[in-house]
């Protein structure tokens, strides 16, 4: 009997982590070697992860990747949209400043900041992309987890777009069962504020 209270237990704080809507970090989880590749230009342009967001709406201040071992300069842009469950949907809820990342022989914590976008409960998916700004051909390695344990709340997803934005909300992208090493910077939104008092006009006075 001990050991049903433990799993339940368990099982609470699971359910307690995917319904919060604070910070995601897989990144602690992360052995510091492991990689996806190839990002880059100009096949496979788009990289990025699914996350949920729980009832009650989240604000997110920025989110971030592990890139690196680029073997030419790669420019791409941060972007956030809604997910359907198997494909970007509606329109750009964030799309960041043209980011440029050199040649390199290790790994980089690329953040974008997205000041205070507040999300509504709901799927979601945060990805970079070249698709806007094939500039030079290039490939670059992302830090993966070996599997989706670290946050069951999504999962590493890709797209071959090429230079075609279009194909973000029109395609099917490809999955896979694993996690990025990113991070999301994540607060519940507060609650709106209550309404004013209702404004009490007196009575007028009875004629004389």
Aim: proline letters at 12%; one cysteine or more; aromatic letters at 10%.
């Amino acid at each position: 009997m001990p050991t049903v209270y433990r799993s339940t237990a368990l099982l609470l704080l699971i359910a307690g982590s995917l319904m919060s809507q604070g910070p995601i970090n897989t990144i602690p989880s992360w052995d510091g070697t492991r990689f996806v590749a190839s990002f880059g230009a100009p096949d496979t342009a788009t990289y990025g992860q699914t996350i949920t967001v729980a009832p009650g709406s989240a604000v997110v201040s920025s989110f971030a990747f592990e890139i690196g071992h680029c073997d030419a300069t790669v420019t791409f842009r941060g972007e956030v949209y809604a997910w359907d469950g198997a494909k970007a949907t509606g329109p750009s809820l964030f799309e960041s400043p043209i980011t440029t990342q050199t040649s390199s022989s290790s790994f980089q914590l690329v953040t974008f900041n997205t000041g205070a976008l507040t999300l509504a409960p709901g799927a979601y998916v945060i990805f970079a992309t070249t698709s806007r700004d094939q500039i030079t051909a290039s490939q670059c390695e992302w830090g993966s987890l070996l599997g989706a344990t670290a946050y069951p709340g999504g999962s590493h997803v890709f797209m071959n777009n090429g230079a075609d934005p279009s194909q973000w909300t029109t395609v099917v992208w490809g999955t896979e069962p694993f996690d990025l090493a990113f991070e999301v910077n994540m607060e519940p939104a507060p609650p709106p504020p209550p309404p004013p008092p209702p404004t009490i006009v007196p009575a007028a006075s009875p004629a004389p």
